[in-house]
C-alpha cells in the first residue's frame, strides 16, 4: 500500500498545506482519531474498494464521497477511525438482521486482506497496539439500532465487543424511537419501549450508546434509561450554539454528554456548519469544536467527519488529506497545545478507555 510517510519531511507537508511548521509538528505528535467514517457504504453501493484510494465526484471535489480510504487515512495519519455500517430502513425485520451480519463480516473480511495496514479493534488497548505497529486502527460501528431487525441477540453472533458503538436511530423513525430529521420521523417523538430496551442491552454488553441523529425527546429520554456510570456519544453532529439547525445539539445537551464522560464529534458537512454549500470553510469546523469546548469542557469536543457519508466539506477540507488545517486554525485562535490534542482524539480515548479499558 503505497504510502507517503510524512514524519520523514513534515517541513514539506507543511508548506504544501500553507500551514506552520508548529501545526505539523503538533498534529503528528497527537492521537488523531475519527468518530464517524462512512466510508463503507460505497463498497456496498459501487463496489468501491476501501483500501484503494478512491476518486472524488468529477468536478466536485468534497462532495458525497472520494473522502477518505485506508490509504490516504494512514498517509495524513489518521490513526484510527470507527467504520459505520449504516442500515437501510426498508428492508423487512428479519432480512436487516441477516444483512447487519453479513456486512459485519464483510467489513471484518475486507480488512483482513491488509493485516500490514489495518486492524480492526475493540478497545483502548488495541488501539494503541495498533497505532505502536503504524496501522490503522478500525473500529466497526452501526448506524441505525433498526440494523438489527429487532433481535437485540444478534449482537452475541458476533465476535465478543467487536462492534463498539450503535447510532440508535439514523434519518427516519423506527421501532426504536424518533428521528431528528424533521419531515422523516413520523409517529410519536421520543424513545419507545424497544429502544429504551437496546439502550439497556448495549450498557450491558459495554457499546456505546451514540445519540446522533436522535430528536430532542429521544436524546432525552435516552439519557434517562442509560447507566450514567458509562459514557455516552454523540458521533457526527454541528451545535445550535454556532449555527441553529434541527440536525444540531444545543448547550444543554453538550452539558449532558459531557456529564456522563462522552464526546461530542462534530460533523464536517458545510450546511450543518453554517456555511454555503460549495463555499464551506474549515475554519468552521473549528468555530463548532470550540463552542462544544466552552459550553461543556475541554473534555468534551471531538472529531465526527462523516467522510463519504453524503455530505459536502468545507472547500479548503475536501478529503482527510487536508486535516491538519483543523490544527492550524486552533492555534490561531488561541487554543492550548493540550485542549487542541484532546480534541484530536484524546477525549475519545479517554471515553473510550473508561467503557472498556
Known sequence: MDVVDHRVDPGAWARSLGVSREAIDLYLASDVLDLHVDSFIWH???GRNPLV????????????????????????????????????????????????????????????????????????????????????????GVQGGNALGGDFSVLDRLRPGVVLRITLMHLSRSELGAASAPLTSLGPDGLDARGAELVEHLDARRIFVDLAHASPRTFWDTLAVHDRSLPALVTHTGVS?????????????????????????????????????????????????????????EDAPALGSDWDGFIVTPRDLPTCLELPRLVEHMLRRGWRTEAVQKALGGNFLRALTALRG
Do not use: M
Open 53 to 140: 484510494r478512491q476518486r472524488s465526484l468529477p468536478f466536485l471535489p468534497g462532495v458525497a464521497l472520494g473522502h477518505a480510504d485506508v490509504p490516504r487515512l494512514r498517509e495524513a495519519e489518521i490513526a484510527g477511525a470507527t467504520w459505520v455500517i449504516t442500515t437501510n430502513p426498508l428492508r423487512e425485520a428479519a432480512d436487516r438482521a441477516r444483512v447487519f451480519l453479513e456486512n459485519v463480516s464483510e467489513l471484518e473480511a475486507l480488512f483482513a486482506q491488509a493485516p500490514d495496514a489495518v486492524a480492526v479493534v475493540k478497545n483502548a488497548a488495541e488501539y494503541r497496539a495498533a497505532r505502536a505497529s503504524r496501522r490503522h486502527a478500525a473500529f466497526i
Open 44 to 46: 456496498r453501493l459501487l
Open 241 to 297: 450554539g454556532v449555527h441553529r439547525h434541527w440536525r444540531n445539539l444545543d448547550d444543554a445537551q453538550l452539558r449532558a454528554i459531557a456529564e456522563t464522560g462522552g464526546v461530542v464529534g462534530v460533523i464536517y458537512h458545510s450546511a450543518y456548519l453554517g456555511d454555503p454549500l460549495f463555499r464551506g470553510r474549515a475554519e468552521s469546523i473549528v468555530r463548532h469544536l470550540e463552542h462544544v469546548r466552552d459550553a461543556a469542557g
